[in-house]
């Protein structure tokens, strides 16, 4: 976890600005999300990058465990049952990202299923050896009006009517929504920590430095503060070279 206000304070400070309203509060949280997301979609990226890189062995410098523990406080599992829509689907848990594994449970032992498209369901469904069954089930996405994510999914085994229960999921959830809480006195916005009007991120620690410079960036856009953009730029640059030494 990253406090936002640390966060607040270094953007603030590097900006050469004595009040805070130079980078509203409403500004900061706002860039401040937008941040976030760059950052974690940003994984994706260098997870396949470094698939293809050779590894080491010392824990603390192979870029694939490093990038696994960035990752692990958005990878979560849906082990409740998922909710049952209209036509026997299941809906996906609202701060969905990217879908896991899917399993099916029967008699306490789980089945991981196969996600396949409709038109491959539709032609193996009626074949012998390779229609799905309740120890070897599939699974098909389909559109929603029920599903906060947009889609949904249908889990099919014996027969041909869709699962439905108990079916949970493994998946890689969006960040939460950050918030620099803060309360307005005498014209100013002074700080409140208070859980729930601020929210913290959950990026990793090491990813502070990160968000900092991505703010900044985002900062120099709005503002039309070409400094702003160029020392955020050339700090970004300086820490990617680094890694890459």
Known sequence: MIL????????????????????????????????????????????????????????YSDMEHIMNEKIAPFELSAANNLGTTVGGGHDLPDDLYMLGQVIYQENDIDYQCEEITSDEFLRIRNSPLLAPTNRRPVYIKFLSTTS????????????????????????????????????????????????????????????????????????????QDSGIIQYADQEELKKIQQEKQ
């Open 148 to 223: 906060p994510v947009g889609y949904g999914i249908r889990v099919y085994g014996d027969g041909g009517a869709p699962l439905a229960t108990p079916i949970w999921c493994n998946y890689i959830k969006l960040p939460n929504k950050v918030e620099w809480g803060y309360d307005v006195i005498n014209e100013k916005a002074l700080y409140n920590a208070t859980p729930g009007r601020t929210i913290n991120f959950e990026h990793h620690p090491s990813e502070e430095t990160t968000l900092v410079l991505k703010i900044l960036e985002l900062a120099g856009v709005i503002l």
């Open 4 to 59: 936002i206000d640390t966060v607040y304070q270094r953007v603030l400070s590097i900006a050469n600005k004595e009040q805070r309203g130079y980078i509203t509060p409403l500004e900061f949280n706002l860039l401040a999300n937008q941040a976030s997301l760059a950052v974690f979609e940003q994984y994706f990226y260098s997870i396949d990058k470094n698939e293809r890189l050779p590894g080491n062995s010392r824990q």
